[in-house]
């Protein structure tokens, strides 16, 4: 059975700290930017990571062949514009623009004007759920590309 002498636990106890002091300093003088940057908010892309986000793709007339097909009465007149893009990471950011918000009031719109956003965000989830199986956010957006409401799908 082996005993520690007081010799030997000091030594021990120096190894020890000076191995944790000498990993501490591996990282002194490297820049770690993924350790610094800040998080992207949830449901936008982050364009300082590598690769940044994609270019904005037109799917206006697609979506509106889905809503004249399956989505809520009404609503295909009132969608003027979307466009979606690829992020980092895998998900996607979508802008729908729509008529709904004309006073350009967003965020502070009233409870029919979201509402009505509400299901227009609502039927875009359904529809890349439908059609690609993936996953992002979508916005709905006034004229004046505010959002009146966003989704994620």
Known sequence: MLTATPGRSAALSGTA???LLALAACGEGVDHPEATAPAAAPGTCDESKPG????????LTEFRAYLEESGPVGVKDHVKDAQLRDCPGGDRE???LTDYDPHLDAPNVDADTKER???VAHAFTEW???KSHDEGWVY??????????????
Do not use: I
Request: proline content about 3%.
């Open 17 to 19: 700290l000076l191995c």
């Open 52 to 59: 940044g986000a994609g270019a904005w793709k037109p799917v």
């Open 94 to 96: 979508a802008n729908v």
């Open 117 to 119: 956003a509400d299901r």
């Open 128 to 130: 890349r759920d439908r």
């Open 140 to 153: 709905v957006v006034n004229g004046a590309v505010e959002t009146v409401t966003k989704r994620a799908w």
